[in-house]
Structures are given as structure tokens and as C-alpha cells.
């Protein structure tokens, strides 16, 4: 129920709210509604609409700290860094 | 990840002892055994599924109530996952001899039962039959889409509900044996992170509220795995904070908009949860505002009907415990799957008695699905 899956915004009607999204090429009309967002934006699309916009920087940064967790030595301080809320 | 895999043993081997933790919502449960990560835990670190699958909390009245409005004449849109769940209403007939009805059965016994993606779909549908009713259920989640049909027309009997009552009701749990939530992602990314926050705070009611680690996640296996391993910290340190692993969808104030749209169109009322009972404000209910799209109010009279219904046999029905069906006590992180006599027995993903093994993200379903990525068990 509460999967969502990202997907890149293709274009958008701004009016009706309503944006042609990608998901790795298949492409649905999604409703854009609860979010501000833009052509070529990443977003969440749960149940037709999409939830929340998925900023890059954030993406790279989770991205990165994956990548970091192949070495040896887990930076603690990665994980802080996840933690922005205290 | 075997690094990480690393640091969640050195700290399960400092905390040294049992450790719950308990998955919020249907989809980590339905992560955590897709990807076996409870073979990769430590002996001593448990997962526990709780009541976050919408579908399975469903109360049966709900359910009785829609399928007695399809079995009126009423064209119904709802989500395909709760076409399965079984409600308290029998029916006796040459193809069922007594059997728990639902909206599936009601399908097949000539109801206009129609399964929808999204309450976009539902709007379009409408066009073709006016007098179509959405069945809206689902957390923070869904609740904003079905505000936005409602305001765009569309008529709905809501069942949907609030997630965080539902926390403050587990907490309240004197039985419950759980050190750590593990935050539903996409509620948050809606809610954000202040409901959370306040379960760690006395309120009026409770003084002394039972201070829990929590760590919003996402739903990688590798969110999961991150999430287990903050988790542990936070035990290990003594701490009992809100963190979010899910930055990159979960913003602090979640979803403004969102929101603004739940509370414009619902108003918050005590709610009946499946299995759990009455959750004081935890149901969204249509206001007075938009009453003329509300199933509810309008088709009061076909519903109040199934009130008259309930004998006591119906009210009996009702009591999960009559059937030997252990959902409720599930629901709530006090028993397993596998601690139900009916499951993997009488009760399997083909042929469910209870609303756990219906559902997708039921954790009856999800066990019988996995069994081999769960522990072997």
C-alpha cells in the first residue's frame, strides 16, 4: 500500500496539475497536485499522485553513503549526517 | 554491507540482550522478508511486524457497510487489495455454503465491484457511473488524494485513518515487548516528523509515555539495514529520540500541502481498527462541508440498516477470536504468524480467514509468501 516508486517528470500542465512521468521509460499521467515541482524533476509517485519531490543532492547523498559502506572502515559520521533531525 | 552487517553484531553484542523492533508498515515487513535480512540480523535482534497494513486494520464494519451498499445496486471503486479481505456479514448460497462475504464475493454475486488504481482513475469512472462510491482507506498516505476527489466530486465512504493514534495505542500496550519503531517512509514523507515527537512527550493523558527509539525509513534494503543499525545505536546509548533515515524523501514538516488538504476535507474522529478496537482520534471522516460526498450521509439509511442487523451473532462475528484468527493480537506486535493455529493450516494466501493474510502487507501473507527468507521458520 504504501510503496511508492520514483519517477522523472516529462512535462507538466500546470493548470491541471496533471505531469507525464517516466518510470524507466513507461510513462503515466500522474497528478502533481501536493507538490511543487518542475519538468524534469525526480518525485515518489504513490497511488497516482506524486507524494514528495526527491531532491538529487539528497539522492547522491544517500547514494554516496551506500557506497562508502563497501570500504572497510563505516564512517560514523555518515550516519549522523542521515540523523538532520534531533 | 557486510560492514554495517559487522557494526549491527559489535552493537547487538554490547546491548546483550533480546531486542524487538517493529516494522510500522506493511511494505518494510514486506521488504524485510523479500530481502531475508532477518537471516542477517544477530540471534539476539528480532523483528516484529505491527499494524501498519491499511488493509488489514480495516474494521469489518467498514467493509460490511461497502459490500451492503454494492449489494444495493451501488457501483463501488476501491483499491484492489481490500477486494479479498473478508468482513463479518455471512453468506449462505449454493456457491458459498457459509462463508464471511467480500467485495470479491459481492462481484461475483452480480455487484458492480470496479478496482482502481488511483482516485484519479475512480473520478474517470464516475463519469460513466454517477453514482459511483469510492471505498478510501489508507493512512496520511492516501488520505490526501481522496480529499482532492472529494473536492473534485467524487463521493467516498472514508475509512481512512491517522497513523500516529495508532503508536500512541501500541505504547499504551502494557504487554507489548518492543525497544524500537522502525517509521512507516511515505506516511512521514506526508506527516513529517512532529506526530512522532510528541509520543515522546507527557501529555494529558499520559504523564509518563513510554520513550521509544524511532528511525524513519525508506524501503531499500539497505534503508532497512541503516535504519536496524541506528536503531541499535540509539539502544546502546540510552537514547529514545525521532531520527530519519529516509532524508531523501521525508522532509521535517513532511508535506504541507498534503496535509492542508486531509485537514480541509476530513475532521478527526474516534475510529474502529481491525482486530485492535476503538483508537480515540485516530479516523479521517468527511466534514460537514462536503456531507453531500459523503457515502456515509448519503446512504444513511441503507447503512443504518446493517445496524439493525447486528444480532448478536453479527456482534459476535465481529470478535476476531470466534474463528481462532489471532489478527488483532498480530496487529499489535503480541503474537506471530506463526503462533495462530489457522495459519499455513485453514488459513493461506489462497484461501484467507483473516485480514493479515489477505493483504500484500499482511504479515500472515507476507510469511506464508517468504517462509524460506524468514529464519527457515
Given amino acids: ?86 | 554491507m557486510k560492514n554495517i552487517i559487522k557494526q549491527i553484531n559489535t552493537l547487538a553484542q554490547k546491548i546483550d540482550r533480546q531486542v524487538v523492533l517493529m516494522e510500522l508498515c506493511g511494505t518494510h515487513t514486506e521488504a524485510v522478508a523479500r530481502h531475508g535480512i532477518k537471516k542477517l540480523l544477530p540471534k539476539n535482534i528480532k523483528l516484529l511486524s505491527g499494524p501498519g497494513c491499511p488493509v488489514c486494520v480495516t474494521d469489518q464494519r467498514d467493509i460490511d457497510a461497502v459490500i451492503t451498499l454494492a449489494l444495493e445496486g451501488i457501483p463501488i471503486a476501491c483499491y484492489g487489495d481490500v477486494l479479498r479481505v473478508p468482513g463479518a456479514m455471512k453468506i449462505s448460497n449454493i456457491q458459498y455454503p457459509i462463508s464471511n462475504i467480500s467485495l470479491d464475493k459481492a462481484r461475483e454475486m452480480g455487484a458492480d465491484v470496479n478496482e482502481v488504481y488511483s482516485t484519479e482513475d475512480a473520478l474517470e469512472l464516475q463519469k460513466k457511473k454517477p453514482n459511483l462510491v469510492f471505498f478510501g482507506l489508507g493512512f496520511e498516505t492516501t488520505a490526501p488524494m481522496t480529499a482532492s476527489a472529494i473536492k473534485r466530486g467524487l463521493t467516498v465512504y472514508s475509512s481512512h485513518k491517522a497513523f500516529a493514534p495508532a503508536m500512541a495505542a501500541l505504547l499504551d500496550t502494557p504487554q507489548l515487548k518492543v525497544d524500537g519503531f522502525i517509521n512507516p517512509g511515505h506516511v512521514s514523507a506526508i506527516i513529517g516528523v512532529e506526530p512522532y515527537k510528541k509520543l515522546l512527550q507527557p501529555t494529558t493523558y499520559n504523564l509518563q509515555p513510554r520513550k521509544l527509539p524511532q528511525v524513519i525509513a525508506g524501503f531499500d534494503a539497505n534503508d532497512v539495514i541503516i535504519t536496524i543499525y541506528m536503531l541499535l545505536k540509539q539502544i546502546a546509548e540510552n537514547r529514545a529520540e525521532v531520527e530519519n533515515q529516509y532524508v531523501r524523501v521525508v522532509r521535517p514538516e513532511g508535506n504541507p500541502k498534503a496535509m492542508k488538504l486531509i485537514n480541509e476535507v476530513f475532521e478527526i474522529k474516534d475510529a474502529y481498527w481491525r482486530g485492535i478496537g476503538k483508537i480515540p482520534n485516530s479516523g479521517f471522516e468527511i466534514r460537514p462541508k462536503y456531507s453531500r460526498f459523503d457515502a456515509k450521509v448519503k446512504y444513511e439509511n441503507i447503512i443504518e440498516r446493517l445496524g439493525s442487523k447486528a444480532s448478536k451473532s453479527y456482534l459476535d462475528a465481529l470478535l476476531p477470536s470466534n474463528s481462532g484468527c489471532i489478527c488483532g493480537a498480530i496487529l499489535r506486535g503480541l503474537k506471530e504468524p506463526q503462533d495462530c493455529k489457522l495459519f499455513r493450516k485453514t488459513c493461506t494466501p489462497e484461501n484467507p480467514i483473516g485480514a493479515c493474510m489477505v493483504s500484500s502487507e499482511g504479515a500472515c501473507g507476507i510469511e506464508a509468501r517468504y517462509k524460506e527468507n524468514q529464519n527457515g521458520k
Avoid at chain 1, 517528470?9 to 513507461?26: L, M, Q, R, W
Wanted: proline fraction near 2%.
Fill in chain 1, 1 to 86: 500500500m504504501c510503496l511508492a516508486i520514483p519517477g522523472k517528470i516529462k512535462s507538466i500542465d500546470k493548470k491541471t496539475h496533471h505531469a507525464t512521468v517516466s518510470f524507466n521509460g513507461i510513462e503515466k499521467n500522474i497528478n502533481t497536485e501536493i507538490v511543487d515541482v518542475a519538468k524534469g524533476d525526480y518525485v515518489i509517485v504513490h497511488a497516482g499522485y506524486a507524494i514528495e519531490k526527491l531532491e538529487k543532492a539528497d539522492a547522491l547523498e544517500t547514494i554516496k553513503l551506500f557506497n562508502e559502506l563497501k570500504n572497510d572502515k563505516f564512517p560514523m559520521s555518515n550516519v549522523k549526517s542521515m540523523t538532520k533531525l534531533k
